[in-house]
């Protein structure tokens, strides 16, 4: 799984770590004993649910892969048992819970930027972790938009390019003023994007994010 999520790959004491051993358990349970209805244990159980469901599929996947012959019949075995679990843990979420349905006028941004064909990422301006990621970026970074979530997006940067990266970040945040440069990304192959850059401060109360628009040159 590492192979296919790269940097976006869980740590070993990430919450998504700790759902996915949780997945594993219920699984393995399920396949060995055939207990297909029992309840997954989902007790204090945290994490980003879109980053979850992203981690749990690249698993998925990576087991099919792995299995060889047996990958379809694996694959099958496993969708079910996926859905089942990725339903209970939204039932339990109390952030789901608490949020209610998202506003017409959000969905329609969201799908706006969803549509862009360029790399655009929303970064906590003062961690460099990504909030959120449109198809594109996930296509092109290699891995899947919602594994994305929370990740360390300098993870994807040449390491020489780190810097100026987190300049720009902080003359954007001082001055609040957008900012373009030219700068370089790399996919989970280790393979080099040159882009352009247009770096957008979008402020709250709460936080401040860089809004990164970034075009293949």
């Not at 981690?55 to 990958?71: I, K, N, R």
């Not at 506003?103 to 972790?129: K, N, S």
């Not at 092109?140 to 020489?160: H, I, K, N, T, W």
């Amino acid at each position: 799984m590492a192979a296919r999520l790269g940097p976006a790959a869980p740590g070993p004491g990430a919450p998504e770590a700790e759902v996915l051993r949780r997945f594993r358990s219920f699984a393995a349970s399920a396949l060995r004993r055939g207990n297909e209805g029992a309840a997954p244990a989902l007790d204090g159980l945290h994490g980003n649910e879109r980053r979850t469901a992203a981690v749990l599929d690249s698993w998925a996947e990576a087991a099919a892969l792995v299995a060889g012959a047996e990958g379809e019949a694996l694959r099958g075995a496993l969708s079910p048992l996926l859905q089942r679990f990725r339903t209970s843990l939204r039932q339990t979420s109390p952030q789901r819970r608490s949020k209610g349905a998202p506003r017409a006028r959000r969905r329609a941004v969201i799908a706006a930027i969803d549509r862009v064909a360029d790399i655009f990422l929303a970064l906590e301006a003062h961690t460099g972790h990504i909030v959120d990621a449109n198809p594109a970026a996930g296509s092109m970074l290699g891995v899947a938009r919602d594994a994305l979530l929370g990740v360390d997006a300098m993870s994807f940067v040449p390491e020489e390019h780190r810097g100026s990266w987190w300049s720009e970040l902080d003359a954007m945040s001082e001055g609040a003023e957008p900012r373009r440069f030219t700068s370089s990304l790399q996919d989970t192959g280790g393979c080099r994007i040159r882009v352009e850059c247009s770096l957008t401060c979008f402020a709250t109360r709460d936080r401040t994010l860089a809004l990164v628009l970034a075009r293949p040159r």
